[in-house]
């Protein structure tokens, strides 16, 4: 088995991968209105609206509403991420600043426009960037 995306489900497709693209710098692919993909090395962020949910049977989704879910983005250094993304025009909603945690990755944690946590992280301590092979 091999985990290869994530699929979030939005009302506005083109915002929420507007969005991302902006902080990931990774251009999204949008084969369809309703669907748009960022393809990074280690997998795959895929943003779909409601009516792709209706397309597979799956059943209801309702958009806007995770709170616990978190999309996980290694980058080299998060304290200049924080500047950068701090500096978008559209403000962000940053819930943690930069930290380091007790596991050795210093974290930010912010939320895109559709709600959905969001960190950003750098390996700070051996024994972190060892658990990433870094």
Not at 4 to 16: E, F, G, K, T, W
Not at 77 to 102: F, G, N, S, W
């Amino acid at each position: 088995m091999q985990f290869l995306s994530v699929r979030i489900i939005s009302n506005d497709v083109a915002r929420l991968a507007s969005f991302y693209e902006q902080a990931t710098g990774i251009e999204a692919r949008r084969p369809a209105p309703q669907f748009a993909e960022l393809v990074g090395a280690s997998c795959t962020l895929a943003i779909g609206s409601v009516e792709t949910m209706a397309l597979f049977s799956v059943g209801a989704a309702v958009p806007e509403s995770n709170r616990t879910a978190i999309l996980e983005f290694l980058v080299d250094d998060v304290d200049k991420e924080h500047v950068r993304l701090t500096a978008l025009p559209e403000a962000l909603e940053i819930v943690q600043e930069p930290t380091t945690m007790p596991w050795g990755n210093r974290s930010m944690l912010l939320r895109d426009p559709d709600g959905n946590l969001v960190n950003f992280f750098t390996p700070v301590t051996d024994a972190a960037r060892a658990r990433l092979g870094r």
